[in-house]
């Protein structure tokens, strides 16, 4: 089912204010490094208000984040892909160690 963009600016918006508080910065200081207003930033991080591409590639850099266009059928793979794992059977292949015994 298709997201509405209101649910959709409010799931970037989320997303840009948890990055934004897990690097410690303030909204002025990504506005700064994005080059637009505060005023600004607060509306696209509140999800108020949409954004050009340019200016969301430019707030993801400030954090610290890419911008990637992916076909909507790769979204489930790609969100099994950034879903941490809690089963020890369901470990990611890329794991050298799963078991944490390095000398194995």
Do not use: C, W
């Not at 934004?20 to 505060?38: H, N, P």
């Not at 509140?46 to 266009?69: D, F, H, P, V, Y």
């Not at 950034?82 to 059977?89: Q, T």
Request: avoid cysteine; glycine fraction near 6%; charge should be negative.
């Amino acid at each position: 089912m298709a997201q509405s963009q209101s649910e959709a600016l409010q799931e970037i918006g989320q997303l840009l204010k948890a990055t934004r508080k897990g690097r410690q910065l303030t909204q002025e200081q990504v506005a700064d490094m994005a080059g637009i207003s505060r005023p600004r930033y607060r509306e696209i991080e509140a999800g108020s208000s949409a954004a050009r591409t340019t200016t969301l590639i430019n707030i993801g850099r400030a954090l610290g984040l890419e911008l990637m266009l992916i076909p909507q059928t790769m979204v489930p793979a790609v969100d099994a892909l950034l879903r941490p794992y809690d089963d020890i059977d369901d470990v990611p292949a890329f794991m050298a160690h799963p078991d944490g015994d390095e000398n194995a």
